[in-house]
């Protein structure tokens, strides 16, 4: 065995063992031919081991190393021994007195070779660096927990470096919208050109403040729609110069939406609310002349000093009818326009629904025997609901005026009640049906009368298509405001079925009334 060069055995090695041992380092020497270690002693009690008796070789701390760490040790032992690597540099585990696997970081050197160059003696240390590594391990998993979670975050976890001669690049992306990028600059790439140069106005004027910065733009996603992202975060100055933002982005074009349609119906009620001001005017200074009209035209049908002849008679009467038709319509559009505006007042009571029936029925008896048509109760128990009095009078008077109207000479309407636990989500309900074995509507005039303005046009055109006017409609809002529905079917030669659905419980009424009031505006047909 050789001897260990006259450093090793000074006092200055002695001083520099002792320093380095504080700082949980030893030095060890290997006399590689003999395979005698030197100065192990440091490391094995480290580890908890005594110190050997006789002794202790390579092939003894061999046996200490990790198995799945040897064959790489072994490998860079060699390289360093052929001259590939200037200096043995190795971390690997070993096992303590307790059977625990400690962190060893080794480095070392060969120092003195044969004639033939063969290895003969090297030098180096050992450092027990468990901690560092365990805290290496911790920090990579944390940093693997926090890229997890990041992926699972909705938005867009950013980190954005403005450098010192003013060039802007995304360094970092992670989260759900990190998908829509091919890298952190496809970002930037993938903004609309306006908004790309706003971003880095907006950036620019951060870091001069610096203040938190917040910009909303447009990028393209991955449907190839323009999608709205709100940024925002704080900038932190480097020791570089540049200024650093990391931050969060999140997709606000459903928002956006919302916002828009927020102001789009707003528009919308506001021009409703301007109709409906427009049409109670015009309906106001309409039926004033026309009253005039009508006026004028019953006083030349009864004037005794030049009273008129047949034939003026005749048009003096078409005046009167056709006047008496505009102002019934002028007062349709009154009474709509009253029921969008809200000030049609209502007084909803509890009422006996067969009551109210049998109370309608007599009222239009007298027109039902001009025309020769039956009119039919059928026999049940009373029934509540919830309405108010006058509306559902008028309600109902407008289909049974309809169905005796429009009914052929010999027919019959035939009205019944029932009550249903369920008349729509789950709510009981009072139902009243007037059904007429007239010559029923064919889908387009069905269709005609649920519109208030189709309608007045049928009507205007002369037409005798069944139901024409608006009192369906009127009939239809009125049902709405009080948490009830109309629902209508006819077939041609089948007669036709108009159908009241009426809340028996008031809460519920009030709360489907008020639903109603703010669909009103666009309320066109119920089905």
Same mark, same amino acid.
């Given at each position: ?7 090793? #055995? ?10 380095? +041992? ?15 270690? /030197? ?31 040897? %064959? ?10 052929? %001259? ?36 003969? =003696? ?15 391990? #911790? ?19 950013? &980190? ?44 620019? +004027? ?13 990028? *393209?996603?991955?449907?190839? =729609? ?12 480097? /020791? $570089?110069?540049?200024?650093?933002? +990391? ?8 928002? *956006? ?14 021009? +409703? ?24 035209? &019953? ?10 002849? @047949?034939?003026?008679? &005749?048009?003096?009467?078409?005046? *009167? ?44 008896? @007298? ?10 109760? !059928? ?24 169905? /005796? ?6 027919? !019959? ?21 007037? =059904? $007429? ?14 519109? @208030? ?60 009334? $008020? ?13």
């Amino acid at each position: 065995m050789s001897e260990p060069a006259t450093p090793f #055995r000074s006092a200055e090695f002695a001083l520099l063992h002792e320093a380095l +041992s504080g700082a949980a380092t030893w030095v060890w020497e290997w006399h590689i031919e003999s395979d005698v270690l /030197v100065e192990i002693g440091g490391s094995l009690e480290m580890l908890g081991l005594p110190p050997p008796a006789s002794g202790w070789t390579q092939a003894d701390w061999d046996r200490l190393i990790h198995p799945d760490d040897f %064959g790489r040790g072994e490998d860079l032992y060699q390289r360093h021994a052929r %001259g590939e690597l200037a200096v043995y540099e190795y971390t690997y585990r070993v096992h303590d007195a307790g059977g625990r696997w400690r962190w060893m970081q080794e480095r070392g050197r060969i120092v003195e070779r044969d004639a033939q160059g063969r290895p003969l =003696r090297m030098v180096g240390t050992q450092t027990d660096v468990h901690a560092r590594v365990e805290a290496e391990q #911790r920090g990579r998993e944390a940093e693997h927990q926090l890229v997890t979670l990041a992926g699972q975050v909705p938005g867009l976890m950013f &980190q954005i470096r403005l450098d010192a001669q003013g060039q802007t690049r995304v360094e970092r992306i992670s989260g759900r919208l990190a998908g829509w990028f091919r890298s952190p600059d496809d970002w930037l790439d993938r903004l609309e050109p306006d908004d790309q140069a706003h971003l880095i106005q907006t950036l620019l +004027s951060s870091a001069d403040t610096p203040r938190d910065w917040r910009c909303e733009c447009r990028v *393209r996603g991955p449907e190839g =729609r323009w999608r709205w992202l709100l940024a925002h975060a704080s900038p932190e100055r480097a /020791v $570089d110069g540049s200024t650093v933002w +990391s931050g969060y982005a999140e997709d606000v074009s459903v928002h *956006r939406e919302l916002q828009r349609a927020r102001q789009d119906t707003a528009v919308l009620a506001a021009a +409703s609310r301007t109709q409906s001001e427009l049409l109670s005017r015009m309906s106001h200074e309409l039926r004033t002349p026309m009253n005039a009209v009508l006026g004028f035209a &019953q006083l030349m049908e009864i004037d005794a000093i030049e009273p008129p002849g @047949p034939v003026q008679r &005749q048009r003096l009467a078409a005046i *009167r009818k056709a006047g008496e038709h505009l102002v019934s319509l002028i007062g349709s559009v009154l009474e709509l326009s009253r029921i969008e505006s809200g000030v049609l007042g209502l007084v909803p009571q509890t009422l006996e629904l067969r009551d109210e029936a049998v109370k309608a029925l007599a009222l239009m008896q @007298p027109a039902a025997d001009r025309v020769g048509v039956e009119l039919r109760l !059928r026999p049940g128990e009373p029934l509540r609901c919830q309405a108010d009095a006058e509306r559902l009078r008028q309600v109902l008077l407008q289909l049974l005026g309809n169905a /005796v109207g429009h009914n052929r000479r010999g027919g !019959r309407v035939t009205v019944d009640l029932m009550a249903l636990a369920d008349g729509g989500q789950g709510v009981p309900a009072a139902v009243l049906r007037v =059904r $007429d074995n007239g010559p029923g509507m064919a889908a387009a005039q069905l269709a005609a009368v649920r519109d @208030p303005f189709a309608a007045v046009a049928v009507a205007d055109r002369g037409s005798d298509t069944p139901r024409r006017g608006m009192g369906l409609p009127i009939a239809q809002a009125l049902l709405a405001l009080m948490g009830g529905r109309l629902l209508l079917s006819s077939e041609p030669g089948a007669g036709c079925e108009a159908t009241v659905v009426l809340p028996v419980d008031a809460g519920l009424a009030d709360e489907a009334a $008020d639903s109603a009031a703010a669909a009103l505006p666009w309320l066109q047909s119920i089905t």
